[in-house]
């Protein structure tokens, strides 16, 4: 129907998608959200939110960040701080951390709270070369320097012999690097339920 020009009402885009992430086709539901988007749809955002959700735990991180771009694009709502809660608590620590990223570079509001969520993850992954660059982005940011891990990262830097990034991040908290409470950003990411 949507490459014969036709534009499908708004149940049939829902019906389809539904029945696709049923089906656990995520990236073809996701496909049909991309056109119903792009037909100018805005509609059935709860079900938009759980398969950009399913992309992001499937690993398919960079075609849910599109999706997330294309919903931002068209004034639609995205809950960066339930996908990251989400992510962080299941352990998808490499999606929560491009995710936040993504949020990051674009001055998305982001709760001190998700930040502190990505942080332990990683940290408690093991992941301290990512926890550091993410705060350290973080922190230019204006976001936090109280995260109550923060020694926990320095001494981790430390022992697996990344001196160099444990020096830096103690002379950015040290020195008020970074001010202190939520960096509130340019764009809003609205809310999907």
Not at 70 to 80: D, E, K, R
Not at 176 to 193: D, I, T, Y
Request: charged residues 25%; neutral net charge; glycine residues 10%.
């Amino acid at each position: 129907m949507v490459e014969d020009g036709h534009l499908p009402e708004s149940g049939i885009f829902k019906s389809v998608m539904e029945s696709l992430f049923e089906d656990g086709r995520i990236q073809t539901a996701s496909r049909v959200m991309k056109s119903m988007m792009e037909k100018g749809v805005k509609e059935h955002m709860d079900l938009v939110f759980k398969i950009v959700e399913a992309l992001l735990m499937r690993g398919h991180v960079e075609e849910a960040l599109g999706r997330i771009e294309l919903l931002m694009q068209n004034g639609c709502a995205t809950n960066l701080d339930c996908l990251l809660s989400i992510l962080s608590e299941k352990g998808k620590t490499i999606a929560a951390l491009k995710l936040l990223n993504f949020g990051l570079e674009r001055d998305c509001n982001i709760d001190v709270s998700s930040y502190e969520k990505v942080l332990d993850a990683l940290l408690t992954a093991g992941k301290t070369l990512n926890a550091y660059s993410i705060l350290c982005k973080i922190m230019e940011k204006g976001g936090i320097t109280n995260w109550s891990r923060l020694e926990d990262l320095i001494k981790s830097l430390n022992q697996e012999g990344n001196t160099k990034q444990a020096d830096i991040l103690s002379r950015m908290v040290k020195g008020g690097g970074a001010a202190s409470g939520s960096k509130k950003g340019k764009k809003q990411a609205p809310v999907l339920s």
